[in-house]
């Protein structure tokens, strides 16, 4: 550490580790600068006491005893009482605030100021806590207060904030700007473990810790979570041309309209209508003759005049082909005695330490892409818990043996294969896929866990509950690293209504991948308004950049848009009893103390305003998914049905005028199909009128629980523009 106070007193500067530090002490003004990661931490450094009966602000000062490291903490009587002594090593730097000997006044040292990171940076929880009860997830620039740190998505940096409170701010930059970030931090100088204020840089932050081949997701290819459909889940091998194209058709009429961009075709290879899938013809470009007859290019053409973009399964790994085996011996494992090797992707498994299957693994790639013209890849046999997969399988020694050539990562050379073969513009889902593993260089998307099925069976409440986990504990690199694929969202009757829901909101709260999987003819009006519902995938990112391996009760998307911020929280019975699940705002990083307006999604029910805490007692395997506003004590938007954010995708717009006592906003609306937006109406207020362009209004009333219900119909997907009046009401009460 070095210091360099300037001769008149009127600043001090120092070096702490990596951060380079200043205060100007006309000004209080303190900067913390790292130049290595470019953060930047500034404001105005103060300390408040409580002394001899008397409260103040003190100043902060040069230090009288020529210690350089150090700043003095002097009384209004202009003595000494304390010190600020600056410490650092590496990225953390710490303000500690001190007593001089014999003193116990109560003080708080507070930095009140902005922060900068990065260009793509957000505001964020890195320290997990003892047990994860709440799950916070945030669409746009959302705060919280349970955020701590910082990080840079593009530099792979933290700025982590410590002290005995600590309160960020979001405001996003203007075009390429770095977004800045308010600061509130406090010190106690009275309590050891609260007495520091706390900034540390750590670089390299995912990739030191969990994904040592970080690099963003590609945003250009996927600009967006995937949505589409595809048959495995209740075909299973059975799914040829025809059920696709027909399922197709009633996905272009009722799924299309709200988002659904993919259709991916399973098993297609020319003896794949029987499990298992080490007997099929993986490695060959052959379909099978029966159930498709076509050809995987007219497939292909069919699928995108419906308005879809096609997709495709591989299990390019290893075959059960004999004859293709036998032409090309050489390219395939043997153990020790000559045996050929297997596993789940074939009777044969292919060596790819040698060029020329790799090159095969391309050219196969290559021609499904550049001459069928697929544009959504699934490739599976990849990732699992165990050798009947790729990863696992080519780490074992006694299949490194059976390797031709030396190969440092076998694995690694036949994902960049795949995508050599597919191309830069395709997507790639990893299936299933590994944020340790080398696929987080090449894939769009990660399958994160085993089948919502098992062959030929309907989906079950424990598929489900292992669909949680698997999101929670991988959902810190979903929307950062790649899309995660928590498989496909099942709602037919063989689940409960209850249950349907609490897979639709595990699936599409959590920003991930939102394939389809039933058998869409077969669904309920109410079953496919489920789907409908869950499209498209709102822009949801993680804010606890950390595994969570507790089955949380509480799921908090927290939604902000240029117009207002509101949460959305899901409330989770994993249990097959009646169970109360229950939360304070303050649990939800709200603000203490404020009273909010609760509206629950599912039964289209207003809950009221509540304070401190709301407790819900939920059936066994079921769930409530809760619309969360701060009261302002005039007219406000709730809900609508459209989406499960609750206006987190259709409402565009939302702005009162008190001087004309009118609400009014731009809603998008999907053709032909009603959209229902409630507004809490308060008690001083009356409903007069509403207003919509270019739509019809359905329906617009109050109710008696002082909740107003504007439904509007459109002709055209289309922005809507509304305005409701909603003057003061004076009569007397």
């Known amino acids: 550490m070095t210091s360099n106070p300037i001769p008149s007193s009127h600043r001090f500067e120092t070096t702490c580790g990596d951060w380079q530090v200043a205060l100007d002490f006309d000004t209080c003004l303190l900067s913390c600068a790292h130049p290595s990661s470019g953060a930047r931490v500034d404001g105005r450094l103060c300390f408040e006491a409580t002394f001899d009966g008397a409260a103040g602000e003190w100043s902060v000062a040069l230090a009288r005893d020529a210690v350089a490291d150090r ?66 997830m945030a669409s746009g620039p959302a705060d919280s207060g349970l955020n701590d740190s910082l990080f840079d998505v593009v530099g792979d940096t933290v700025l982590r904030f410590g002290g005995d409170s600590v309160a960020l701010t979001s405001s996003s930059g203007q075009g390429n700007e770095v977004p800045t970030f308010g600061i509130e931090l406090s010190a106690r100088i009275d309590s050891a473990g609260a007495s520091a204020l706390v900034f ?17 997701r590609n945003k250009r290819r996927c600009p967006s979570a995937p949505t589409g459909w595809m048959s495995w889940n209740v075909y299973f091998d059975q799914a040829g041309e025809k059920e696709n194209l027909d399922e197709a058709r009633i996905a272009a009429k009722h799924l299309k309209p709200f988002g659904l961009e993919i259709w991916s075709i399973e098993s297609w290879q020319e003896n794949s209508d029987t499990l298992p899938v080490r007997k099929f013809h993986n490695l060959t470009l052959k379909a099978h003759p029966g159930q498709f007859p076509h050809g995987m290019k007219w497939l292909a053409d069919q699928i995108r005049k419906l308005g879809f973009r096609p997709g495709i399964w591989t299990a390019p790994f290893g075959t059960g082909e004999e004859a293709f085996y036998q032409a090309h011996k050489r390219w395939f494992l043997h153990d020790a005695d000559g045996k050929p ?38 490739i599976d046999g990849m990732s699992g818990r165990g050798p009947s997969y790729s990863a696992h399988f080519f780490e074992r020694p006694e299949v490194r043996a059976a390797f031709r050539h030396p190969a440092g990562d076998p694995f690694a050379l036949c994902v960049k294969a795949f995508r050599d073969g597919i191309g830069e513009k395709a997507i790639f889902l990893a299936c299933q896929g590994h944020y340790t593993a080398p696929e987080v260089t090449y894939c769009d998307a990660a399958r994160i866990g085993a089948d919502i099925v098992s062959p030929n069976q309907p989906s079950q409440w424990h598929n489900v509950l292992a669909q949680a986990r698997w999101t929670l504990n991988q959902l810190f690199v979903n929307n950062l690293l790649w899309y995660g694929d928590p498989d496909t969202l099942l709602v037919g009757d063989y689940h409960t209504v209850e249950v349907a829901r609490m897979t639709t909101s595990i699936v599409t709260l959590s920003g991930q ?57 899901s409330l989770l019975n994993w249990t097959d009893r009646e169970q109360e699940v229950n939360f304070t705002f303050e649990d939800l990083g709200l603000p203490e103390g404020g009273r909010y307006l609760l509206y629950e999604f599912w039964t289209q029910q207003f809950r009221g305003a509540h304070e401190g805490r709301f407790r819900a007692t939920l059936p066994p395997r079921s769930s409530q998914l809760l619309a969360v506003h701060p009261a302002t004590g005039r007219p406000q938007f709730l809900s609508t049905d459209r989406h499960v954010t609750q206006g987190g995708v259709s409402l565009k717009r939302l702005r009162w005028d008190d001087r004309t006592e009118t609400l009014s906003g731009t809603v998008q609306l999907v053709r032909d199909h009603p959209t229902r937006l409630v507004f809490h109406v308060p008690a001083g207020f009356a409903f007069q009128s509403a207003r919509a362009d270019k739509a019809e209004i359905v329906d617009a009333h109050l109710q008696a629980d002082r909740t107003l219900t504007l439904q509007l119909l459109s002709t055209r997907t289309r922005n809507v523009n509304w305005r409701l009046s909603v003057p003061r009401d004076d009569r007397p009460g």
């Open 341 to 378: 090797m297997s596993n789940w992707c074939g009777n044969y498994v292919l060596d790819p330490s040698q060029p020329a299957v790799r090159k095969h693994l391309r050219e196969m790639h290559r021609v499904m892409a550049d001459e069928w013209g697929y544009e959504f890849f699934k």
């Open 71 to 136: 700043l003095a903490l002097v009384d209004g009587r202009g003595d000494v009482q304390g010190y600020v002594q600056f410490a650092g090593t590496g990225g953390t730097l710490r303000l500690l605030c001190l007593h001089r000997a014999a003193q116990n006044y109560p003080g708080t040292l507070k930095l009140l100021g902005e922060a900068r990171l990065g260009a793509d940076s957000f505001a964020c929880r890195t320290r997990p806590p003892g047990i994860s009860t709440v799950v916070q």
């Open 513 to 569: 991948m939102m394939f389809a999987g039933d058998k869409l003819g077969e669904l309920s009006a109410e079953r496919m308004r489920l789907l409908q519902q869950a499209l498209p995938v709102c822009d949801i990112r993680p804010l606890d950049l950390f595994p969570i391996y507790d089955l949380a009760p509480v799921w908090d998307v927290k939604i902000r848009r240029p117009f207002g911020q509101w949460d959305v929280v």
């Open 200 to 216: 540390s840089v750590e670089q390299h932050y995912y990739r030191d810790r969990y994904v040592p081949r970080y690099r963003p």
